[in-house]
């Protein structure tokens, strides 16, 4: 039963840390210099028509945890407000976006979690090796490569140079998209990669230096099992925190990645948002982005107690 | 168990070590890192009066020109001289990782010092504040910011500034409750000295070397994170020179098969974050945490 009340007791610190997080996004508009009214608008000159319908939306005219109310309100049925600068739905131009968004991350935490982890397993187990040292030295590079810069030299070598990818864009059809996304993915993945490689190094050659590790092998057990079972398996607690953490942070980066290679995501559309003070835009892809990296944070959380029961009896020496 | 403890005289150990000493035990790597920190420090103050041209007037003319005679690194989109707009560059890039440090620092170790020395509620509240901070990665903080107070290099220091604080306030309390238990402050209590005066005369400079470590760190981060910004428009503005803006306004140039100004800005920003890196993690050793 333990089990079942650390779940809940996970999930409500969620739903309050979305229920704060979701006011800070609202108070954006009550923060801004100048009237919320101004602030909404960004400073255009609207109808009057337009003008009343905002207050109405927003209930201007209504003390201010009442309009938080009605905007929690709405946003928990799907309506996130209009865009002032599109003329459109804020959920209709999210929801096209979405899936490029989703698609980009995933793929990018796909190769951190295979490239990474493969790299520092491999390099792990065989100390000293002509890959060890190789993953040193990319890896300590790599790790100080922010993503931007990694975007500018991706298209300066592998499309513009060498013309194996398209420089800009985002495909049409599955097979064109992943192929417009590859290189984006791996400016997104590359120093989060690095990291993941490093700190798997680290386990690895930690957990298979202990004694039940050199007990197992002097008893003569199979090799795989005991990198499976007795190296893999205690290694794998700071891998998956790295890693998750890792992964939650490309959540931001996207927004770079998507403006370096033109790609029309709910990243680069906040920030062209943010250019043009397009707040409802900007609150509802925070309050989107804010979630998806709550919710892999409570993901990693899951998976600590997963793989270490003693997460969950909170007796982990953390 | 200290000789302070028995002659009721504290003292802060940190104050014993020399500033000649700042670097000891960080190894060839630490003060390599410390040599180009200090140099690109010395063209964030000066760089302005050592560009040899000007770094703002455009020049259609000679636009993605390659280097020649007096232009080592060639010229910019609008036909500026790259190295002249690197060095005056080095300004904004510098001095708003600086600010971002400076804020989180001050409000981080405020936090975490009061959390360790009240503990109970005090200690509860602030954990729980910093956690719906960390909810906000950086650079998403930075974007609603400045859509919210118009884009510029300060909403966008600002916002980074509180994002990082819960990064700063969790090394740090772990390290007071550290302190707080030690017998000095026992001592220093039952001699009635205030809570406030034994934090600030003795906690706080007894973690002085875990600060310098963490803010060396934390500069790193906060230049990544704040030419990240200006890439994508929102930080510093063109055509005020600066690493991250020279990027994005370069950025055709790779398209046309013209990246050195680009790379060239891009180089700057990654030696001078390893930098930053290789030195703070290697006082973070040092530090013993």
Redesign the interface.
């Known amino acids: 039963m333990t089990r079942w009340r650390f779940l809940a007791r996970r999930l409500a610190m969620l739903v309050a840390s979305l229920l704060v997080a979701s006011f800070v996004i609202f108070s954006a508009v009550q923060v801004a210099p100048g009237s919320a009214l101004s602030a909404l608008t960004g400073g255009r000159a609207l109808p009057a028509a337009s003008v009343a319908a905002l207050s109405a939306r927003y209930h201007l005219n209504d003390p201010f945890f009442e309009q938080y109310w009605y905007w929690l309100d709405n946003v928990l049925h799907g309506n996130l407000g209009t865009s002032i600068e599109w003329r459109e739905n804020v959920t209709t131009l999210m929801r096209s976006l979405a899936g490029t968004t989703a698609g980009l991350v995933l793929y990018a935490a796909v190769i951190i979690v295979v490239l990474g982890v493969g790299l520092g397993v491999a390099s792990g187990l065989r100390p000293g090796g002509w890959l060890d040292s190789s993953v040193l030295v990319a890896t300590a590079v790599s790790a100080a490569v922010p993503s931007f810069i990694a975007a500018m030299v991706l298209i300066a070598v592998f499309a513009v140079q060498l013309g194996w990818f398209p420089p800009l864009g985002n495909g049409s059809g599955f097979g064109d998209t992943i192929w417009h996304l590859t290189l984006p993915a791996v400016a997104l993945a590359v120093s989060s990669l690095a990291i993941v490689a490093r700190v798997t190094r680290a386990a690895v050659r930690e957990e298979a230096g202990r004694e039940h590790v050199q007990t197992a092998v002097s008893r003569g057990i199979p090799y795989r099992h005991i990198v499976s079972r007795h190296i893999l398996r205690n290694a794998a607690i700071p891998i998956t925190t790295v890693a998750g953490i890792t992964i939650a942070s490309l959540i931001a980066v996207d927004a770079v990645v998507e403006t370096a290679f033109s790609i029309n995501g709910l990243g680069s559309l906040l920030v062209q948002a943010a250019e043009d003070k397009d707040l409802a835009v900007v609150q509802g892809i925070s309050l989107v982005l804010v979630a998806a990296f709550v919710v892999i944070n409570l993901v990693v959380d899951l998976l600590y107690a997963v793989l270490d029961p003693r997460v969950v009896l909170g007796t982990a020496a953390r | 168990m200290t000789a302070s403890a028995l002659t009721g005289r504290p003292e802060s150990r940190s104050r014993r070590v020399p500033l000649a000493g700042a670097l000891r035990g960080t190894g060839v790597a630490g003060h390599a890192s410390a040599v180009i920190i200090v140099l690109a420090a010395f063209v964030a103050v000066f760089g302005r009066w050592l560009a040899p041209y000007d770094t703002v007037d455009p020049n259609p003319v000679l636009a993605f020109v390659g280097p020649v005679g007096g232009h080592p690194l060639g010229f910019d989109f609008e036909g500026r001289d790259v190295l002249s707009r690197l060095l005056a560059g080095a300004q904004t890039s510098m001095i708003g990782p600086l600010a971002v440090v400076a804020i989180s620092l001050l409000i981080g170790i405020a936090l975490a010092v009061a959390s360790a020395w009240r503990r109970g509620a005090v200690d509860a509240t602030v954990s729980a504040g910093l ?2 901070v960390f ?6 903080l930075a ?2 910011s ?6 510029g290099l300060p909403a966008a220091a600002i916002a980074l500034a509180v994002a990082y604080i819960p990064y700063v306030a969790r090394v740090l309390r772990g390290a007071a409750l550290k302190e707080r238990s030690q017998p000095y402050v026992a001592a220093l209590e039952v001699q009635g000295v205030s809570g406030a005066a034994i934090c600030v005369k003795h906690i706080i400079p007894n973690l002085s070397s875990l600060i310098v470590a963490q803010a060396t760190i934390m500069f ?1 981060w906060a230049m ?1 994170d704040l ?2 910004i200006s ?4 930080g510093v503005q063109a055509p005020t020179p600066d690493w991250g803006v020279m ?1 994005s306004e370069n ?1 055709v140039g ?2 046309q ?1 013209y ?1 050195l100004p ?2 060239a800005a ?1 180089a700057c ?2 030696i001078v ?2 930098a930053f ?1 290789v030195l703070g993690e290697r006082l973070l050793e040092r530090s013993g945490s």
Do not use: E, R, S, Y
């Open positions: 956690g719906i909810a906000f990665p950086g650079i998403l974007v609603l400045t859509a919210v107070f118009g884009a790193g990544v030419a990240a890439f994508l428009g929102l990027i950025a790779i398209q098969g990246p680009a790379l891009g920003v990654i974050v390893i890196n």
